[in-house]
């Protein structure tokens, strides 16, 4: 059986550990691109999430700076080919924060990313912790001349996703058939975003709001990426209650979709198969 180590990477707040529980529940229903075919052993913290959903709010950040969590799981297509396990290390975004500031990661992560088979990268559409001066560039230079030491912790987030995709350049090797590792980039809550955004899709989107971090991911000749929407629910359940009601009444089942681009209608559709996104950076 094929090991395969998927790294998700992403700053605080961007929507990784929602997404994690989400997809135990999807591959456990087995009727996506992807399925569990074991029960894993330790899930405890997935099972946790997923009850958050379940009761009809979304799971809180991870509390503890230096919570690592990992989810192991076997998965194969349906018809039982392509057996993987696949480990996914949630960590949390304030670590892959001060790491960047910092410039050290952990040596442990370290190994994961130079081991990993591919990696999804989260950002997140309205999240009160995206740092994003006007002018990062005139702000520093005014700083440094008033004297005043410039705050790496508020490091802008696109400029922490494009030190992310630096890291995995350099660590991600290249698959056995030669391949380039792959990168799923993930918009996170764009149930958020309105109709008109959606049409457009996530690639517009990220060209808009984090036009560094797009420059980045279309200038790499080392990775290949594609961009989804993720909306694990539908829908927004901390600010639509009456989204809320509807999705109480029925359930997870029904909810969730990932936006992905239709290449037949060259439009951005939904698919409720929240697993899209790891089978394609496991390559499935
Ligand atoms: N509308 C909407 N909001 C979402 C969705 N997923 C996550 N969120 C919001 O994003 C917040 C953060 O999500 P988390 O999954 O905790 O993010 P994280 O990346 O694990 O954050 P850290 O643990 O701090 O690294 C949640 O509390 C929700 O408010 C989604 O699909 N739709
Ligand atoms: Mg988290």
Redesign the pocket.
């Known amino acids: 059986m094929n090991d395969k180590s998927i790294i998700l990477l ?13 997809l135990w529940h999807s591959l456990d229903a087995k009727n996506c691109r992807l399925i569990a075919a074991e029960q894993p052993s330790e899930i405890g913290f997935v099972l946790d ?1 997923a009850e958050h959903l379940f009761q009809g709010r ?6 503890h700076a230096d ?1 690592r969590r990992d989810f192991e799981v076997v998965v194969c297509s349906p018809d039982g080919s392509g057996r993987a396990a696949i480990v996914i290390p ?7 924060q001060n790491a960047v500031a910092s410039s050290e990661i952990a040596s442990d992560w370290m190994d994961e990313l130079i081991h990993g088979h591919g990696a999804l990268l ?1 950002v ?4 009160d ?1 995206d740092v994003r001066p006007l002018d990062w560039v005139t702000s520093r230079s005014l700083l440094a001349k008033v004297g005043v030491e410039e705050d790496r912790g508020k490091l802008p987030t696109q400029v922490m996703l494009c030190e992310l995709v630096r890291y995995l350049e350099l660590t991600m090797a290249n698959g056995q058939d030669g391949k380039k590792p792959k990168l799923s980039v993930i918009v ?5 975003v309105d109709p008109g955004t959606f049409e457009q899709g996530p690639v517009a989107y990220l060209g808009r709001e984090y036009p560094l971090l797009a420059g980045r991911l279309s200038d790499t000749k080392k990775l290949d990426v594609q961009v989804f929407g ?4 539908g ?5 639509d209650p009456e989204f809320r009601d509807r999705f109480l009444e029925h359930g997870l089942d029904d909810h ?1 979709w990932v936006a992905v681009y239709d290449t037949e209608t060259g439009a951005w559709r939904k698919d409720v198969d929240l697993t899209l996104p790891i089978a394609w950076a496991i390559g499935a």
């Open positions: 992403g700053g605080p707040d961007s929507g990784k550990t929602n997404y994690v529980g989400r999430t979304f799971a809180p950040r991870s509390e919570d949630d960590i949390s975004g304030e670590l892959w989260f997140r559409v309205g999240s912790l996170a809550a764009w149930d958020r993720l909306s694990v629910v829908g927004d359940l901390a600010v969730g």
